[in-house]
Structures are given as structure tokens and as C-alpha cells.
């Protein structure tokens, strides 16, 4: 069941939209119960569908379609990296890799010790800071190289 905190912040994003469109706060919505949760389940995601009086399956593919919800439980720091042709073009591969080999996971796997989860993320709309990564949806890192990626790892642990 959604909290009474939730409820709370997801009504307040409902008051944005007209009084027949509440399913238009289904992006807030989610975003609230992950921050709460940790992660969305599919439980969560239904929870949140119900709310806001829509079928399950338009909750979920908003949840399945944007790399910002965790379908799974994610590490303390989620470091999503953009693959897309300009990170692409100033060498996001090299980066990839590198992540990959520090951490030891994969995309969508999250380190043994449960801090580190690496994610591949669509375009995140700062192509002119190509390669780039976001730590936890919110912080953003550009113009990567090797020796930028281990700074930030390092102030992470």
C-alpha cells in the first residue's frame, strides 16, 4: 500500500494536471514511491496504477521505457552512462569498459559489496559534455576519461 507520505506528494503532483487527467502525474508518481522504496516492484508500479485510476500495463510501460526506474533493487550509487552517438563519438565505449572492469558488473548488475549498480541510459541531453554519466538521476559528470570516472568512484566509497 502507497504510504500516507506518498499519497501526500503524489496528490500534490495530481493538483498540475486537469481534474480528468491524473494519470498525467504517473512519472512523479513513480518517482516518489522509488524514492521511498528503493525500487519499483511490480506491486509498487500497480499500486501506483490503481491511484491514479489507470490499467497497470500504462503504469509499466512508463516504468519499463524510462532508464530512471529501477525495476530491480539498485546499488547505493547508480551510475547510468549514455551509449547514444555523440558519448558514442567521443568514446563512451572506452568509459563502458572501464566501469565494467573496476566494478566488475555489467549493465543492469549491481556490485557484491551492493554500493555500485551501472546502467546504460538513453541521451540525457548534454551532447556538448559527450561522454557523460549521471550518478543517481541527479548528479551529472561530462567529459569523461578513465581518470575521471576513478575520482568519482573514489569520493563514492
Known sequence: MLSAESIKRIDYEITKYP???????????????????GWLSKESISEVAAYLRMPDIAAMEVATFYNMYDLAPAGKYKITICTNISCMLRDSDAIVLHLQTRLGVGFNQVTADGKFCLKEGECMGACGGAPLMM????????????????????ALK
Do not use: G, Y
Open 19 to 37: 481534474a480528468d487527467q491524473r494519470r498525467a502525474a504517473v512519472m512523479s508518481a513513480l518517482r516518489i514511491v522509488q524514492t521511498e522504496r
Open 135 to 154: 550518478v543517481n538521476n541527479h548528479t551529472m559528470h561530462e567529459f569523461l576519461t578513465t581518470e575521471k570516472v576513478d575520482v568519482v568512484l573514489e
